[in-house]
Structure formats: C-alpha cells, structure tokens
C-alpha cells in the first residue's frame, strides 16, 4: 500500500515545479511556492484523516491525507510492544515501512517521470490515480483498535487539576476528567516542540523539490544515449537508500543493540539528530554545487555541468531522511496513546506541511531583504534565469537555519521524557479505569476513595 500510494505521490511532487514552470510558464520563485504551498496543504490534510481514523473508523480511511495518518498506525497496531520479540519486530516494521515508500517513490521519478515528461502529463496523473486506487484496496482489508489507560506523570502538573474532583462523589459527564485523558493532553504538549524542530528539515527538503529540479533543467541531462529528466535525479539516492536500509535494519541494528540495550539500537530522538546533522550539510554541499554549476556555465556554456552532481545532496539528504522519518513515526507511535495513534503518527505530516509554507515565506523575505542588495534589485532568486540567481546563497542560510535549528534540538532531547523515564509512571489505584485522580474531602476521604478505587479495579482485573 505504501509503496503504490507513494509511486503517483512523489512523481508528481518532482515533476510539477517543471510542469508549473514550463507549461504554465510562472517564473521561478512563483513556479516553487506554488508547489510548497500545494504540498504543505496536502500535508496539512493528514491531521483530518487521522482525526477521522481515530475517532470514527478505526483505521479504515481514504484519500491520501487518511492513508499518511493512518497507515504507519495501523501496521504498528499488528505487534505488542510489551513482548520483547515484537517490540524489535516493530523497530523493524518502520525500517521496511520506509523501505516500501523508497521503492515506490524510485518507480515514480523514473517509470512515471518518463511518462509525464516524453509524452503528455496527463497520462503521468492518470497512472498515479489508479495505483492510489489499487493501493486503498488493500488498506481496506484488515482493521485493529486497541485501548489502554495510562499511568499518572509528573511534568506538568498543573494539568492534573482537571482529574480532581470536588465535593460530590459522581461528578457529572464532562465536569472531571479521568487520568488517562489528561495525560493525553500531556504527551500532546510533549511531543509538539520535537514536532517544531523537524519543520526547518523539511524546509531543507522542499529545496531539493522545487529549486534543485529547476538546477537539473539548467545542466547535462545526457546519460549515453538517454536524455534523463530531471525529476528523476532522486532515483540515484533512492537506489542507495534501498540498499542501505536493510543494511542498518538487518546489520546495525541489531549490533547496537547489544551495546544500548534498546530495541531500535539507538533511541528515536537520537535519529532524528542524526537526521537533522545531515540536513544541514546537505544544504552546505547544495551550495558549493550551484557555484559549481554556474562557474562552468560562465566558462563555457555549451558544456554545462553533468547532473548527477545533484546526486550529492540528494544522497546526503536521502540519508537524513531515513533517520529523521523512521525516527519520528517510531517515536509518535509508541509515545502516543492507543486511541491517538494515527493522529501521533500524522504529526510527521504536520511538520511536512509547515516546512513547505516556511519555504514559501523564506524565498518571499529572503528575496525582499536582498532586493537593495544584488545587481538585479530583485533579490537572491528570480525571474527565468537560474544563472543570473544566487541561489547558493540561499542554500547556505538554510544551512546556517539548520545548525542553530540543531541546537535547539539538543536542549529539547533532553527535556523531553519518554514514557517509560517517568518516575511516576507506576500505575496508581486512582490512576487507572477512568477515575479521577482525587477526591477533594480531605485526607481520609482521599485514603477511603483510592482504597475504593483499588478494590474496584482489582474487581475488574478479576473479570478480565
């Protein structure tokens, strides 16, 4: 299912800043964010369907904002991360979920970039449609929902004033809430600054989208008798990436985790670190390669610079996304509550989308606040001509973007606690089925009340 959805997904999201620029003829700025701004709405749409599977069907959703929610839940739902066999099955079932979605997006910048570009456009949209279509007909088939009750936490306390209740013994529907829902909301505010400092990555990653496609028109495209397009430059990076992922699930993987200890070999904020390095030295050597590019051109123009130069920040980057995003989905899904799953996992969309609308509001300041500043009086990108831009100096400042972005992050890994790090994570009497978490009529109220609770929930525990 993955990898069909992904195939249309990702041919088309390498191909419109082209099919915006050469057919519908917008220049090259206006031609980028008009597709930023066209993913990161598609990527906002992820919240929706996830909202939808959560809470209405059970993992069962549509349209390709559902599937990027709901999916990565639903085949995490197939293991139970309280047996240590399973718990490292499911380490590895986000290893093969990237997998799938590398192989189906090499399909789609080659077989169905081929398409689009040598014959008509439409056919390359027809042909994404159908295996989309293919694609829901085998999420369709199977479902599993699970509930759970999570233990009472002490950051942010303060929350805990919503699961207290006051003088009367059976509060009213909707006047307390029970423990579980406020923890809830406390892994939500948890998770939200890990989410804020991934958007600057994949901000990084829309450049490689929309400018380094355009950087590729404007170089040797020739590959001995073949004339490559160049949206299908990813597919250089996505061959390596199919390589390598096996290797670090099969080989990596299971040497760290003879030193760490932990399922995954190394934890999932630790990926994503990983992931965020990388990124930014991507975005260095973007840099270095259009001064490449435009010397060559300079010097003779009748022999551009070849296009797998792109290869390099392409592979860099497809290397920091394998961290970052296998990182991000193992880590919203086992931090997330059961009933929250697809809604933790779509959060990886809601980073996507703003990365794309920040890449829309850097070209539009960067460009006005070098307006004074360049030859053009138009600003660091502009018009048709990419050899009269200076687009490596924008690379470069999403590059020093994302070293100061990783800094950030290194302070926020470090606050943030999992689940299992909590001190307080020990399931409580009144912690558990529901119930408040205290009865505001004094200490032997308070005393009377757990002891209630404990016996209730022992009770209950009997009957299961």
Same mark, same amino acid.
């Given at each position: 299912m993955?990898?069909?959805? %992904?195939?249309?997904?990702?041919? %088309?999201?390498?191909?419109?800043?082209?099919?915006?620029?050469?057919?519908?003829?917008?220049?090259?700025?206006?031609?980028?964010?008009?597709?930023?701004?066209?993913?990161?709405?598609?990527y906002?749409? =992820?919240?929706?369907?996830?909202?939808?599977?959560?809470?209405?069907?059970?993992?069962?959703?549509?349209?390709?904002?559902?599937?990027?929610?709901?999916?990565?839940?639903?085949?995490?739902?197939?293991?139970?991360?309280?047996?240590?066999?399973?718990?490292k099955?499911?380490?590895?079932?986000? %290893?093969?979920?990237?997998?799938?979605?590398?192989?189906?997006?090499?399909?789609?910048? =080659?077989g169905?970039?081929?398409?689009?570009?040598?014959?008509? *456009?439409?056919? @390359?949209?027809?042909?994404?449609?159908?295996?989309?279509?293919?694609?829901?007909?085998?999420?369709?088939?199977e479902?599993?929902?699970?509930e759970?009750?999570?233990?009472?936490?002490?950051?942010?306390?303060?929350?805990d004033?919503?699961?207290?209740?006051?003088?009367v013994?059976?509060?009213? /529907? @909707?006047?307390?809430?029970?423990?579980?829902?406020?923890?809830?909301?406390?892994?939500?505010?948890?998770?939200?600054?890990?989410?804020?400092?991934?958007?600057?990555?994949?901000?990084?990653?829309?450049?490689?989208?929309?400018?380094?496609?355009?950087?590729?028109?404007?170089?040797?495209?020739?590959?001995?008798?073949?004339?490559?397009?160049a949206?299908?430059?990813?597919?250089?990076?996505?061959?390596?990436m199919?390589?390598?992922?096996?290797?670090?699930?099969?080989?990596?993987?299971?040497?760290?985790?003879?030193?760490?200890h932990?399922?995954?070999?190394?934890?999932?904020?630790?990926?994503?670190?990983?992931g965020?390095?990388?990124?930014?030295?991507?975005?260095?050597?973007?840099?270095?390669?259009?001064?490449?590019?435009?010397?060559?051109?300079?010097?003779?123009?009748?022999?551009?610079?070849?296009?797998?130069?792109?290869?390099?920040?392409?592979?860099i980057?497809?290397?920091?996304?394998?961290?970052?995003?296998?990182?991000?989905?193992?880590?919203?899904?086992?931090e997330?509550?059961?009933?929250?799953r697809?809604?933790?996992?779509?959060?990886? @969309?809601?980073?996507?989308?703003? @990365?794309?609308?920040?890449?829309?509001?850097?070209?539009?300041?960067v460009?006005?606040?070098?307006?004074?500043?360049?030859?053009?009086?138009?600003? *660091?990108?502009?018009?048709?001509?990419?050899?009269?831009?200076?687009?490596?100096?924008?690379? *470069?400042?999403?590059?020093?973007?994302?070293?100061?972005?990783?800094?950030?992050?290194?302070?926020?890994?470090s606050?943030?606690?999992?689940?299992s790090?909590?001190?307080?994570?020990?399931?409580? /009497?009144?912690?558990?089925?529901?119930?408040p978490?205290?009865?505001?009529?004094?200490?032997?109220?308070?005393?009377?009340?757990? %002891?209630?609770?404990?016996?209730?929930?022992?009770a209950?525990?009997?009957?299961?």
């Open positions: 993955a990898a069909l959805e %992904n195939m249309g997904f990702v041919a %088309n999201m390498v191909s419109l800043v082209l099919y915006f620029s050469a057919v519908m003829l917008l220049d090259i700025p206006t031609a980028a964010n008009t597709l930023t701004n066209f993913m990161g709405s598609t906002l749409l =992820t919240l929706i369907g996830a909202y939808i599977s959560d809470t209405y069907l059970s993992r069962l959703t549509l349209g390709s904002g559902g599937v990027r929610g709901a999916l990565p839940a639903l085949g995490g739902d197939q293991f139970d991360q309280k047996d240590p066999k399973e718990a099955a499911l380490a590895s079932y986000f %290893n093969r979920l990237l997998l799938c979605v590398t192989i189906g997006a090499a399909i789609g910048v =080659t169905i970039v081929w398409v689009s570009t040598k014959n008509n *456009w439409y056919w @390359g949209f027809f042909i994404s449609t159908v295996a989309a279509f293919v694609g829901f007909g085998f999420l369709a088939i479902t599993i929902s699970k759970e009750h999570i233990a009472h936490t002490n950051q942010f306390r303060f929350l004033k919503a699961a207290i209740a006051c003088e013994s059976n509060p009213a /529907p @909707g006047t307390v809430c029970s423990v579980t829902q406020v923890e809830e909301v406390k892994i939500l505010i948890r998770m939200m600054p890990i989410v804020g400092s991934t958007i600057l990555m994949n901000t990084c990653l829309a450049q490689l989208q929309t400018f380094s496609v355009i950087q590729g028109n404007f170089m040797d495209r020739q590959l001995g008798s073949i004339m490559v397009p949206p299908s430059i990813p597919i250089i990076p996505l061959v390596f199919s390589i390598l992922i096996p290797i670090y699930d099969l080989v990596f993987v299971p040497f760290a985790r003879k030193i760490t932990h399922p995954s070999g190394i934890t999932q904020l630790q990926r994503v670190g990983v965020l390095v990388l990124s930014a030295i991507s975005m260095t050597v973007a840099g270095f390669v259009e001064v490449k590019r435009k010397s060559q051109f300079h010097k003779d123009p009748l022999k551009p610079t070849s296009l797998f130069w792109l290869s390099f920040q392409y592979g980057f497809g290397i920091a996304d394998m961290f970052t995003l296998v990182g991000l989905l193992e880590f919203f899904y086992k997330a509550p059961a009933g929250m697809s809604l933790s996992t779509s959060l990886t @969309g809601l980073s996507l989308s703003f @990365g794309y609308f920040l890449s829309s509001v850097l070209v539009d300041v460009n006005a606040a070098t307006k004074r500043k360049t030859k053009s009086k138009q600003g *660091w990108i502009y018009g048709l001509n990419l050899n009269d831009n200076n687009l490596e100096l924008f690379y *470069w400042f999403l590059a020093i973007l994302s070293c100061i972005n990783f800094m950030i992050y290194l302070s926020l890994a606050w943030y606690k999992y689940k790090e909590d001190p307080d994570t020990k399931p409580k /009497p009144n912690a558990l089925h529901g119930t978490l205290i009865k505001n009529e004094g200490t032997q109220g308070n005393e009377a009340y757990n %002891n209630e609770a404990a016996s209730s929930d022992q209950e525990d009997g009957k299961e």
